[in-house]
C-alpha cells in the first residue's frame, strides 16, 4: 500500500545548527503539507506544496517539493529551542485530489541550548 | 472561538468496553476526520465525514463507527475497546470537501485499554 517515510526519525542538535527533515513517498502526490507537532501536543499545519520543484520559505525555514512530487524536504537554518517538536509531512491519501491525508512515519529534533 | 475541541484528554478503558470519543468544532467546517497516532507510525485515517450524513472509512477503521448528524459534531465510537487500541485519537477539521485543504486538530484523547 502507499508509504510516506521520513528519515531521520531523530536528530539532536546544538542550538544554532542546520536541520533537515526528508519525506518520500512511494507514490506521486499532488501535493504536500508539513505539520509540527509540539511535545504533548497537536499538529500544526506550517505549509502546503503543490508545483513540482517548489520552493517556500518561512523565516527560517525552506520547504522543498521534488522535481517528481514523490518527496520534499524541510530545512530549519540556525534551529533556536523553539524549534523543538515532530515534524510530518502529509500527502493525499491516494496521491490525488483529496482531504484524507497520509501521513509521514515524522522526525523529532531536539534541541540542546 | 475554540476550535476544535474533544472530550475526553485522557480515558483508561478495560478491554471489552465501550467508548465515545467526542469531537466538536465552532467553525463551520464541513469536512471532519478521524485520526490515531502510534510511536512511530505518524497519524493513520480511521473515518472521515465531507458533511452532515455523510461518513467513509480510511485507512485504519475496523472497530471504529462514526455518525455526522450535525456539522458541528463528529462523535467516534469504540464498541467493543481492544488494547490494540491504545493510542492517542486525533480529531481534524477543514472549511469544506473542497481538497488539499489545511487541517486544524484539536488537542486529542490519550486513550489506554487495559
Known amino acids: 500500500g502507499q508509504q510516506v517515510m521520513q528519515i531521520p526519525q531523530y536528530q539532536h542538535v546544538q542550538e544554532g545548527e542546520d536541520f533537515t527533515t526528508y519525506c518520500n513517498s512511494s507514490?506521486?502526490?499532488?501535493?504536500i503539507q508539513w505539520y509540527k507537532q509540539r511535545p504533548g501536543g497537536h499538529p500544526v499545519f506550517l505549509i502546503q506544496?503543490?508545483?513540482?520543484?517548489e520552493v517556500k520559505k518561512q523565516k527560517r525555514l525552506t520547504f522543498q517539493f521534488g522535481e517528481a512530487k514523490k518527496n520534499s524536504s524541510l530545512h530549519i537554518t540556525a534551529t533556536q529551542t523553539t524549534d523543538v517538536g515532530t515534524y510530518f509531512c502529509?500527502?493525499?491519501?491516494?496521491?490525488?485530489?483529496?482531504?484524507?491525508?497520509?501521513f509521514g512515519t515524522g522526525t523529532l529534533l531536539a534541541v540542546q541550548p | 472561538n475554540a476550535g476544535v475541541t474533544q472530550t475526553p484528554k485522557f480515558q483508561v478503558l478495560k478491554t471489552g468496553q465501550s467508548m465515545t470519543l467526542q469531537c466538536a468544532q465552532d467553525?463551520?467546517?464541513?469536512?471532519m476526520s478521524w485520526y490515531r497516532q502510534d510511536p512511530g507510525m505518524g497519524l493513520r485515517l480511521i473515518h472521515y465525514?465531507?458533511?452532515?450524513?455523510?461518513?467513509d472509512q480510511g485507512e485504519v477503521p475496523n472497530g471504529y463507527n462514526v455518525s455526522r448528524s450535525t456539522t458541528e459534531d463528529f462523535p467516534l465510537r469504540l464498541l467493543s475497546a481492544a488494547p490494540s487500541q491504545t493510542s492517542v485519537y486525533f480529531c481534524?477539521?477543514?472549511?469544506?470537501?473542497?481538497?488539499?485543504?489545511?487541517?486544524?486538530f484539536g488537542d486529542g484523547t490519550r486513550l489506554s485499554i487495559l
Open positions: 506544496l503543490v508545483k513540482s520543484g
Open positions: 465525514s465531507v458533511g452532515a450524513g455523510i461518513t
Open positions: 507514490t506521486t502526490l499532488s501535493n
Open positions: 481534524a477539521s477543514s472549511p469544506n470537501r473542497e481538497s488539499n485543504q489545511p487541517q486544524h
Open positions: 502529509a500527502g493525499p491519501l491516494g496521491g490525488g485530489a483529496t482531504n484524507k491525508l497520509i
Open positions: 467553525m463551520n467546517h464541513e469536512y
